[in-house]
Structure formats: structure tokens, C-alpha cells
């Protein structure tokens, strides 16, 4: 069995009074360097192997929704307007090592990991914040940012209420091609790097 470790369960405050332009404290701003989910498969488990979706608000700074999306199965919605280089949401979950991602990997069809660094990756299937049923976009409206250990997801652009909150993904392109359905007029049709 891999290694894991229990993630912070305190959030990164959302710092709305004095923020960077990336919606962090000024200290925090200074250490961000951008991460990516790792996403396998779009196959359905039986619902006896998976909990009910829900998103955490202790670990969101605007009013957000979960709901059906047509990109791909859940997604978050924002339930109020969200302006430009805010924190939105802080993806949580348990922390694991790289032998542990691969296992999981290995045994699922459908995962919710992220890489936090060279060793550690957060499996947002186990004590996620709601921040995993974020979808890919090749025209995004959030980008990730890792900030001392936290990964937070900024706002782009300004984001209307009801607007389904995307991220690109950004899949090596030396991996098994992932078709996208994010519908987008930029859409590169997959979910991997092209160049």
C-alpha cells in the first residue's frame, strides 16, 4: 500500500479585503507556480462505490452550485457574479504519494487527482471540497494555482452567475489522447496539450 498523508483541513482564506491580483495575500502571491488535474477515464462506477457529490463551502469564496453539466457528468456553477484574479475555490483531498496515484489509477475508471508536486498528489474523490467536479474547457474561466501547499482556483475573467466554471486541464500530449467536449469555439477536441 502507498504512502498517504491527511491533507490541511484548514482553508486558505479567501482574503477579500487586502488581496494580490490573484485574490491571495501579497506573501502567498509570491510562491505560485500552476498545477494541473490528472483525470482518467469518463466510465461510470456503480453509485455504491462513490459518495454523493457535494461541495465544501468552508473552502469557497463566492456562492457556488453543483449540477448536472454538459461537458461531463457534475459540475460547479458560479451562484453569483465572480470578478477577474479572485480565489474561488481551494481543491482539497487526500494526500498521496506518486506509488499510491498510480495504484488508484490502476484501479479506477474515473479518478479525481491532481499533482500538488514531484511526490504528492491530492485525490479529490477522498475529502474533495466540490473543487473535482470542475471541468476541462479549452477556453477556460479559472486557472490553478499552487500556493504553499494549497491549490486555489483563480478566476481569468470576469464569470456571469450561472456561468459552469471550467479549467483547462492541460494533459501531457505523450499520453493516451482524452477526446474534449468542452464545446468552446477555441476547442483543440482533446483534453491533452497539442503543442
Not at 100 to 111: C, F
Not at 119 to 128: C, I, K
Request: hydrophobic share 30%.
Amino acid at each position: 500500500m502507498g504512502e498517504t498523508k491527511t491533507a490541511s483541513a484548514s482553508p486558505v482564506p479567501c482574503g477579500h479585503q487586502q488581496t494580490s491580483s490573484l485574490g491571495v495575500s501579497a506573501a502567498r502571491s509570491q510562491s505560485v507556480l500552476n498545477g494541473f488535474p490528472v483525470q482518467n477515464g469518463a466510465t461510470n462506477l456503480g453509485p455504491s462505490t462513490r459518495p454523493a457529490p457535494r461541495l465544501l463551502p468552508e473552502y469557497t469564496c463566492f456562492r457556488l452550485k453543483l449540477a448536472s453539466s454538459k461537458i461531463h457528468r457534475w459540475g460547479i456553477y458560479a451562484g453569483e457574479p465572480i470578478p477577474p484574479r479572485r480565489k474561488v475555490i481551494e481543491y482539497t483531498g487526500e494526500r498521496i504519494s506518486r506509488r499510491e496515484t498510480k495504484r488508484r489509477a490502476e484501479q479506477s475508471q474515473l479518478t479525481y487527482m491532481f499533482t500538488l508536486d514531484s511526490y504528492w498528489t491530492l485525490d479529490g474523490a477522498v475529502g474533495g471540497s466540490g473543487a473535482q467536479y470542475i471541468n476541462h474547457s479549452c477556453e477556460p474561466n479559472l486557472v490553478a494555482r499552487i500556493v504553499k501547499g494549497h491549490i486555489l482556483y483563480v478566476s481569468l475573467r470576469p464569470i456571469r452567475q450561472g456561468e459552469e466554471l471550467t479549467i483547462d486541464y492541460h494533459f501531457d500530449k505523450k499520453v493516451e489522447k482524452v477526446p474534449c467536449r468542452c464545446g468552446s469555439l477555441k476547442c483543440r477536441g482533446t483534453i491533452n496539450v497539442t503543442e
